[in-house]
């Protein structure tokens, strides 16, 4: 099982910042910002399952484009996985006829081009060999990270949180770990706004590391462009039993 990063940016700029979006094989998406804009037409149109681990901009904006291009394409809906938190958004601000068409109706409402699948924190979605889990996080609005279990080996991402005790707890319980994709959107100067806007800064990225009791290798996403190397420069500082990595755009991670 292989995860393409498609992006994993906090932000645009330049040819190497895409918003956060990874290609699960060829037919998932976890999360859908603007690096699902790389894949050609094809790539699209193969796409059947997008989990998303909540409703800010840059995780959310490709979802709508994405459907528009390839509906016609398919034979059955993109179907989304999302909290009814998430859902209720969505259909509210984005799939509403306004911003959107909503595509729940299109071409009619039993054979749209777009389906809503709630899940809740715990539950776990099968699909073939592979389980998605959704995990608990702590963020500014209703989000959740996700499990990615291939039957061999697993893959966590955070999503967007801040510290959360029960990720920490949900991490751990966790056997064959392979990799934690965790983000680290803001330097250590920059603490207050870490906090206020529930994210991660380099010490609160090292008191969550420094509870975990298995060993995955660590991949930092989510850095904010322009405070990039100054971020990883503050991590690399840090002493601990985990050594977290920069996560690239175009980067695979198998498991």
Same mark, same amino acid.
């Given at each position: 099982?292989?995860?393409?990063?498609?992006?994993?940016?906090?932000?645009? =700029?330049?040819?190497?910042?895409?918003?956060?979006?990874?290609?699960?094989?060829?037919? #998932?998406?976890?999360?859908?910002?603007?690096?699902? =804009?790389?894949?050609?037409?094809?790539? *699209?149109? %193969?796409?059947?399952? $997008?989990?998303?681990?909540?409703?800010?901009?840059?995780?959310?904006?490709?979802?709508?484009?994405?459907?528009?291009?390839?509906?016609?394409? %398919?034979?059955?809906?993109? /179907?989304?996985?999302?909290? +009814?938190?998430?859902?209720?958004?969505? %259909?509210?601000?984005?799939?509403?006829?306004?911003?959107?068409?909503?595509? /729940?109706?299109?071409?009619?409402?039993?054979?749209?081009?777009? @389906?809503?699948?709630?899940?809740?924190? !715990?539950? &776990?979605?099968?699909?073939?060999? @592979?389980?998605?889990?959704?995990?608990?996080?702590?963020? #500014?609005?209703?989000?959740?990270?996700?499990?990615?279990? &291939?039957?061999?080996?697993?893959?966590?991402? /955070?999503?967007? /949180?801040?510290?959360?005790?029960?990720?920490?707890?949900?991490?751990?319980?966790?056997?064959?770990? %392979?990799? *934690? $994709?965790? +983000?680290?959107?803001?330097?250590?100067?920059?603490?207050?706004?870490?906090?206020?806007?529930?994210?991660?800064?380099? &010490?609160?990225?090292?008191?969550?590391?420094? +509870?975990?009791?298995?060993?995955?290798?660590?991949?930092?996403?989510?850095?904010?462009?322009?405070?990039?190397? @100054?971020?990883? &420069?503050?991590?690399?500082?840090?002493? !601990? @039993?985990?050594?977290?990595?920069?996560?690239?755009?175009?980067? #695979?991670?198998?498991?």
């Amino acid at each position: 099982m292989k995860l393409k990063v498609l992006g994993c940016s906090g932000g645009i =700029g330049g040819s190497q910042a895409r918003t956060t979006s990874f290609l699960v094989d060829e037919d #998932t998406l976890v999360d859908c910002g603007t690096g699902v =804009g790389d894949l050609d037409l094809d790539a *699209l149109a %193969r796409i059947d399952h $997008i989990f998303i681990t909540h409703s800010h901009m840059d995780h959310i904006t490709s979802i709508p484009l994405l459907v528009d291009s390839v509906g016609e394409l %398919r034979r059955m809906p993109v /179907t989304v996985y999302a909290t +009814e938190e998430v859902i209720r958004i969505l %259909r509210s601000h984005v799939f509403n006829w306004l911003i959107w068409p909503d595509f /729940t109706a299109i071409p009619d409402r039993h054979q749209a081009f777009l @389906r809503f699948q709630p899940i809740k924190i !715990g539950q &776990s979605v099968k699909l073939g060999a @592979r389980t998605f889990t959704a995990l608990p996080a702590h963020h #500014t609005v209703p989000a959740v990270g996700y499990c990615i279990d &291939s039957g061999s080996g697993k893959l966590v991402y /955070t999503g967007d /949180t801040a510290y959360s005790a029960e990720l920490i707890a949900a991490i751990n319980q966790l056997s064959d770990l %392979r990799h *934690l $994709i965790v +983000e680290t959107a803001f330097p250590d100067e920059q603490h207050g706004l870490a906090m206020a806007s529930r994210h991660l800064c380099p &010490s609160m990225l090292r008191a969550l590391l420094d +509870e975990l009791v298995v060993s995955p290798e660590v991949h930092i996403s989510h850095l904010k462009p322009g405070f990039d190397n @100054r971020i990883m &420069s503050q991590i690399g500082a840090q002493t !601990g @039993r985990l050594r977290p990595k920069p996560l690239e755009m175009g980067q #695979t991670l198998s498991f």
